[in-house]
């Protein structure tokens, strides 16, 4: 089973809302990933966690807060977005370091 | 510089058609090769990897792609395409950048024509 889930599916939010989305995996992966995609681009690595503790983090805006609550989980908070952040937010986890296995993604629209 | 390049934005295939989508990466070594597919508001989905060995490589769907380390390139095929075959394609290669990461093409974009 190479099966990611997240939840929402879509998400729509104000500016001044705080959300959060989540991301499951159950293959035993110890590392997790959260990208973000745009309409038409491929996506862009924002942030990793190995073994549970945050190991990457790509010049994310401080409006983006993960948490990776034990190793099957991953969340990322979301607070005073802006409407440029809207994109598909995608979900992957791997072994180790090789093949990334990926979520369906929550679409995210900031109004 | 660390790269993966998908020179083909656009390709058009007539159903039933053959079909091979071009990657060539830039790296100093070999890294370890993929191809996802993505249908429209969805996720990114392998369809095959290559590592090492056999350097031709059964994936998915009726997938395959070749590596030839002459040429830098990865190359995904499909010997009959099908209507549900159109998508968007990436290839990826994991690379070190300071830490290993998912190089991603641009992608390209494949349409079926009946």
């Known amino acids: 089973d190479t099966e990611v889930t997240q939840t929402p599916k879509h998400l729509v939010m104000g500016m001044t809302n705080k959300k959060s989305l989540k991301c499951e995996q159950h293959?035993?992966?110890?590392?997790m990933y959260w990208y973000k995609q745009k309409a038409k681009k491929p996506p862009e690595l924002m942030f990793v966690y190995s073994y549970e503790k945050l190991s990457i983090n790509e010049s994310v805006p401080s409006r983006f807060s993960p948490e990776c609550p034990n190793s099957s989980l991953l969340n990322l908070h979301l607070h005073a977005l802006q409407p440029e952040d809207s994109a598909l937010y995608l979900c992957?986890?791997?072994?180790?370091?090789?093949?990334?296995?990926f979520g369906p993604g929550t679409r995210l629209t900031v109004l | 510089a660390q790269s993966v390049t998908q020179p083909d934005i656009h390709i058009t295939v007539s159903e039933g058609a053959s079909l091979e989508l071009r990657c060539n990466y830039s790296y100093g070594a070999t890294p370890y090769l993929f191809w996802y597919v993505q249908s429209p508001g969805q996720g990114l989905q392998l369809l095959l990897k290559?590592?090492?060995?056999?350097?031709l490589v059964q994936g998915i769907k009726g997938f395959e792609a070749e590596f030839k380390r002459s040429q830098s390139s990865f190359n995904l095929r499909k010997p009959s395409v099908h209507w549900s075959d159109a998508a968007e394609y990436f290839c990826a290669a994991l690379m070190n950048t300071g830490f290993q990461k998912l190089v991603f093409g641009t992608g390209t974009r494949l349409l079926v024509s009946p």
């Open positions: 290559y590592f090492s060995g056999d350097t």
């Open positions: 992957a986890s791997s072994q180790a370091t090789d093949t990334q296995y």
């Open positions: 293959m035993g992966h110890r590392a």
